[in-house]
């Protein structure tokens, strides 16, 4: 693979994430919007919510046995369009099944290109030999701003959800076709990765086992049950605990999104600079700290410090779970990607109902308490993150590509 098509790949990969990024965002901000077109009831809507991320599992949990005989770059190439065209769907519909089919289809999509993209990433750090995940979860952030501020327009506006679509889908299905001509996995001339193996292969550090993934699972969920206490409770903590106006509590999302996308794209600088292992350290503590800051504030202001130092310490952490469990298993990188990915769907499930039942039954001070010490629990897994196979073990340096990009 030439220095010329890793960097086409780099950044083919993150115009990728930065789609899927607009997508997801313009899919979960216009959810009011979407109850109101259907006619769903509060009662019914969790079962539509919850339904996204167990069938995203499902598609994720097929994706690893789909890339034991075409290559992730397939899958991502006919993923990412069937996300698109799916998020038309729910928009365009009018029966309660429209939306029920959409969102099915989007859940099952979703899966895999998370998976794929994640998989395609792990393999072109790799051929970089050096840390450049966390700047594709910088453009997935950069393209979650831009989806929530479309829908914002959207819903200012008052355009229907097919309006806000459809413009949307028609612009972002060809760039995301014509960008896939350049998806690459980061493989050498005679097909192998630049560190000389199979794809799927075993050997050392190949034979996936689920025991030694399983610290980076639990770190996967704690830190999508934090993500997901930002998205779903920040706006009501601030407005009901802290006594925030309306407009003042819409703000802690947008400046939690706003810090991740700064601190994504620095990260994978940190990474090279002081390593993975205390980088994601940092985040946590960072992270931690910031839970800790919301779970005392006296006031609005003070709670937005602290979901700004969440944005800051959660940013590094899942990216850099990705790169490890590739680093963990050379080998069988993609079955291992594919794994840790429905541990993201497990922490968006469990995050939102958590806090909510936690405040309801004690209080939503004490409710922030219970992520912050999940996230501490980082610490203890922290050196996951430093893994290495053995086969680079004995004192054996590394093999590195050409410093590309």
Not at 52 to 79: D, Y
Not at 88 to 95: F, M, N, S, T, Y
Not at 172 to 182: F, N, Q
Not at 381 to 394: K, N, T
């Amino acid at each position: 693979m030439t220095d010329a098509g890793l960097r086409h790949g780099r950044a083919s990969l993150g115009l990728s994430f930065g789609v899927q990024g607009v997508a997801f965002a313009l899919l979960v901000t216009r959810i009011p919007a979407i109850q109101d077109q259907y006619g769903i009831s509060d009662g019914l809507l969790p079962v539509f919510l919850a339904a996204v991320p167990i069938l995203a599992g499902v598609g994720s949990v097929a994706t690893e046995k789909v890339v034991a005989r075409v290559r992730p770059s397939v899958v991502l190439r006919w993923a990412q369009p069937l996300v698109l065209l799916a998020l038309l769907g729910v928009g365009a519909g009018r029966e309660m099944w429209h939306v029920a089919v959409a969102l099915g289809v989007f859940g099952l999509a979703v899966g895999a290109l998370d998976a794929s993209m994640n998989m395609l990433g792990v393999s072109l750090q790799r051929a970089y030999a050096r840390s450049i995940m966390t700047g594709f979860h910088a453009a997935y952030s950069l393209g979650g701003i831009a989806g929530a501020s479309l829908a914002w327009a959207g819903a200012r506006w008052e355009l229907s959800l097919l309006a806000s679509y459809l413009p949307v889908v028609a612009v972002l299905l060809p760039v995301a076709l014509i960008g896939s001509r350049w998806y690459t996995e980061g493989k050498g001339a005679e097909g192998k990765r630049p560190d000389g193996t199979e794809a799927g292969a075993g050997g050392a550090g190949g034979a996936l086992s689920f025991k030694l993934l399983l610290p980076l699972c639990l770190i996967m969920t704690f830190a999508h049950i934090g993500d997901s206490t930002v998205s779903n409770w920040s706006a009501k903590y601030l407005q009901d605990v802290l006594g925030s106006s309306e407009q003042l509590a819409t703000v802690p999302y947008n400046v939690y999104m706003v810090t991740t996308l700064l601190g994504r794209a620095v990260g994978d600088l940190g990474v090279r600079r002081f390593g993975a292992v205390a980088v994601v350290r940092g985040g946590s503590l960072l992270a931690a700290g910031g839970f800790a800051v919301v779970a005392v504030a006296p006031g609005a202001w003070v709670g937005m410090l602290g979901f700004t130092m969440l944005g800051f310490g959660l940013c590094v952490i899942v990216p850099q779970t990705f790169a490890a469990a590739g680093r963990m298993f050379p080998g069988n990188s993609d079955a291992a990607v594919a794994r840790l990915n429905i541990f993201n769907y497990v922490g968006f499930l469990v995050g939102s109902p958590l806090v909510g039942a936690l405040g309801d039954a004690w209080s939503y001070r004490g409710a922030m308490l219970v992520p912050m010490v999940l996230v501490l629990a980082t610490l203890v897994y922290a050196r996951a993150f430093g893994a290495e196979p053995a086969r680079y073990g004995g004192g054996h340096e590394r093999p590195r590509t050409a410093d590309v990009g």
